[in-house]
């Protein structure tokens, strides 16, 4: 039996529809339990803690034993350098397979299955997350499983995401594109804010907590990477139903080495006829590295600038993510009038201020950190939609995939950069705040690649037969 979501839409037949867009942006919601319990502020600063050194170790180090202390710091640090690897490694598999599985799912039909069989794959490894314990005899061991598990999640997370950025211009229009982009991401923000605080009042933070559960055994943070893959499970579910597979005028390449053949071919192509479209991915690469330190090194400037607490960072932490999902939503309906160039360029410049205020105020106390880092985070989530949906605009009928695989391969190549320069700055002046004007210069040389460039109409028209 054939349904409407299992079969393409008639041409012409509009898909952006209240209930399909609202399918399209749970997806969002539901991934952010990947994001923010298990990549960034629950399950990964577990692993890397005491939970994970030997016991002895830790009580010795209690007792003010300075060479078990030294010892405790090189487990850590060894735990650490696992993590990075395993991160690394998972970037480079995703910067070589993303574009050409993009490429494979857009000609294939099959954008949607893939989305599924992606999704599918974060999930389970997110629940597998659970029978890493720290209590288990060979630690180490179980960090290196831990660690596994966390960069293949990463690489599948990343390809699931390809497909549904993809979809973006399935369920939208040129007029409309930014503010359904922007609901998407913003309810990402909103969507692991709230994740977060169940994890955080039901397990993580109570003595004692729901079921009875504590941190012996880790349970608290087990449970809680349960939960979170749940809870992706369950908000993912609706868009495999609202969106319907999209049309595959193009055929297959035959073969793998055929695919990365015709992708080369397809760089070439829009470096000869669409330069724009590959002087914006560039720049995206670039500015978007600055976006992602603006996350990685915000807690650290916050406890060692300017002396925040484990327990304010958390509650800076919800702050600037509900500022930044509520933000994005209504950026999405400036861009759709202004066009996404104005807003990426606007979005830059004010992180480019707001940091700047931040690094000058640096010795006038937590209250410049609050009120700069938060309007700092007016503009990070804005800067990321507007830029997904200028991949969707920018992007030839039967090529989005591929295009947004090129998009999380460029952004993999020069990821690099923000942590060059905020090391490098911090080396030459020794002082973590200096840190801050190394992002700031990577922004800045966002704006100067991005200024230049037209995005704000199609470089070749979407049919509305293309569109199902």
């Known amino acids: 039996m054939t349904t409407a979501a299992t079969r393409p839409a008639p041409p012409g037949r509009p898909l952006d529809r209240p209930r399909t867009i609202a399918a399209w942006a749970l997806w969002d919601w539901g991934s952010a339990a990947w994001n923010a319990v298990i990549t960034t502020f629950v399950f990964t600063t577990w692993l890397t803690s005491r939970s994970f050194v030997p016991d002895e170790l830790v009580t010795q180090e209690t007792q003010g034993n300075a060479q078990a202390t030294a010892e405790v710091a090189a487990v850590m640090a060894e735990h650490t350098t696992w ?10 598999a995703i910067a070589l397979a993303a574009p050409v599985l993009g490429a494979r799912a857009d000609a294939s039909g099959r954008r949607r299955l ?21 209590d288990a005899t060979n630690q180490a061991h179980q960090v290196m499983i831990g660690v596994g598990l966390l960069s293949l999640g990463n690489i599948f997370f990343e390809l699931a995401s390809v497909n549904y950025n993809a979809m973006l211009n399935q369920i939208s229009t040129p007029h409309n594109r930014g503010r359904i ?30 079921f009875g559960v504590t941190s012996d055994g880790g ?12 809870w992706f499970a369950l908000w993912a579910i609706p868009v495999f139903f609202a969106v319907p597979h999209h049309q595959a005028p193009v055929s297959v390449p035959p073969t793998i080495r055929a695919s990365y053949v015709k992708v080369a071919r397809d760089v070439a192509s829009l470096w000869r006829k669409e330069r724009t479209t590959m002087r914006f991915l560039i720049a995206a690469a670039i500015y978007r590295d600055g976006l992602a330190g603006v996350f990685l090194y915000g807690g650290l400037i916050a406890s060692t600038v300017f002396g ?14 509900v500022v930044s999902g509520v933000a994005t939503m209504i950026f999405g309906f400036i861009e759709d009038t202004v066009g996404p160039r104005v807003v990426i360029l606007v979005s830059l410049v004010g992180m480019i201020v707001s940091g700047f205020a931040v690094f000058v105020g640096s010795d006038s106390g937590q209250g410049v950190f609050w009120v700069g880092g938060l309007f ?30 090129l998009y999380a391969m460029t952004g ?10 905020f090391g490098v700055m911090v080396a030459l002046f020794g002082d973590n705040r200096f840190g801050v004007l190394g ?29 199902a």
């Open 83 to 92: 993590l990075s690897w395993g991160t690394a490694v998972a970037g480079v």
């Open 114 to 134: 893939w989305l599924g069989i992606n999704t599918t794959v974060v999930v389970v490894l997110s629940a597998l997350l659970v029978l890493i314990n720290p």
């Open 181 to 210: 982009s922007g609901l998407g991401w913003g309810a990402g923000y909103l969507g692991g804010i709230v994740l977060l605080l169940i994890v955080f009042t039901a397990f993580i933070n109570p003595d004692v907590g729901l």
């Open 219 to 230: 349970w608290d943070v087990r449970l809680s990477v349960l939960l979170a893959a749940v």
């Open 308 to 321: 925040f607490s484990p327990s304010q960072v958390i509650m800076f932490a919800i702050a600037a993510n």
């Open 376 to 405: 700092l985070c007016v503009f990070v989530g804005p800067a990321q939609s507007a830029s997904r949906s200028t991949v969707s605009r920018l992007a030839r009928p039967t090529m989005e995939g591929e295009l947004f695989g």
């Open 412 to 421: 993999r190549v020069v990821s690099f950069l923000a942590p060059l320069a």
């Open 439 to 467: 992002l700031v210069l990577i922004l800045l040389l966002g704006v100067i690649l991005v200024w230049p460039l037209r995005l704000t109409e199609h470089t070749t028209p979407h049919p509305s037969g293309d569109r």
